[in-house]
């Protein structure tokens, strides 16, 4: 009897641990893998809208004239921004004061002001964006000889790159070069005048 007792005993024990075996073997299914959360990285957005100044310094020539204005040129500018992953596209426009100016024999041409309409295509490492800049120019030549002043506004084009760095999440320093090509306009000398310039800048926006 007390074999029977002691074998029974051990049967039972041995079906628990099989039991417990085939549990833990998920009944011949491999132990699911540990579930992980890939935290996305804290990137900085440059979308939205800005607003800022600049300063800088343009020089240049004046077509068919002997002069090469050049001179302190600042203002400000507006944009908005939309960004896709590293890809920032945008449009901004900026409306300048400028000091350029040069005097050839009786001829002084000088440009008072110019302003650009452009789009910007730009590639974003966080806080620093690296762009391609181009679009529609607009300005003024003025002429003068000391007897006869004469001014002309005409329309022109712009290309140019620039960096831009985030200093917070609200404030950006930027550096700019821009070529721009104002288009000829007959004057009162009997020529057709038009003027070429590159731009340096730097200067600073706020981000909303």
Known sequence: MKKLAVGAIVAAATCLGASAQAADFG??????????????????????????????YAWGDVTNSGTSPSGVAGGVQAGYNWQSGPLVFGVEGDLQASGANDTFAAWKFSNPWFGTARGRVGYALNNILIYATGGLAFGSLKY?????????????????????????QNWSAKAEYLYVDLSSRTFLTGLQHGYEFGMLRVGVNYHF
Request: charged fraction near 5%; proline fraction near 9%; charge should be negative.
């Open 27 to 56: 009944y011949g299914r491999p132990p699911a893998p540990n579930y992980t959360v890939n935290q996305p990285l804290n990137m900085y957005s440059w979308a939205g809208p800005y607003l800022g100044a600049n300063v800088g």
């Open 144 to 168: 003068d000889s000391g007897v006869i002043n004469e001014s002309h506004s005409s329309l022109g084009w712009t290309l140019g790159v620039g960096a831009e760095m985030a200093l917070n």
